[in-house]
């Protein structure tokens, strides 16, 4: 399951930010944003009913109460990846997405933050998101001369 469920995700989210953004053209950014968030809730009482039932009132209980703002985030980041892909296209847009979301998770780790356990800084892994920032050039460059090539 380990390769094949983070390939599984990667493609969930491509497809994902395409079908919002496409709807989001027929409707408006905050309906798409919506509907995406309102179905997600759907299908998590689904899954919960089959899965577990775990007492939601232990929900109430988690600490620090900031932690509970990851459905607020979720709205924002549903309308920040529509906007992306509808101004960049689909595969700039997620390359730019899952570098920035590197990035940022390491830094989350180096610092300690919210919980998480602090890792040692190490060089190599600012070299690779630099090297993931670069790629993301390099790509649309090859692109744009293997397009030009056939035209």
């Given amino acids: 399951m380990g390769n094949d469920h983070r390939i599984d995700i990667r493609r969930l989210m491509s497809i994902q930010g395409v079908f919002n953004t496409e709807v989001t053209k027929q409707t408006s950014v905050w309906v798409s944003a919506g509907w995406v968030q ?10 919960w009913l089959f899965t577990g039932r775990e007492e939601i009132g232990l929900l ?13 985030m979720g709205a924002f980041i549903t309308f920040t990846v ?6 960049l296209g689909p595969a700039r847009a997620a390359i730019l997405i899952v ?9 989350i780790e180096v610092f ?3 919980g998480v356990e602090q890792a040692g ?8 998101a630099g090297r993931g920032r670069g790629g993301h050039r390099d790509f649309w460059l090859k692109m744009l001369v293997f397009v030009n090539f056939f035209r």
Wanted: hydrophobic content about 55%; aromatic content about 16%.
């Fill in 38 to 47: 309102l179905s997600a809730f759907a299908t998590c009482v689904v899954f």
């Fill in 82 to 87: 529509i906007k992306s892909m509808g101004a």
């Fill in 121 to 128: 800084f190490e060089w190599r892994k600012v070299i690779g």
């Fill in 60 to 72: 109430f209980q988690t600490q620090p109460k900031y932690l509970l703002l990851g459905g607020v």
């Fill in 99 to 107: 570098v920035a979301q590197i990035i940022i998770a390491y830094l």
């Fill in 112 to 114: 300690g933050l919210f």
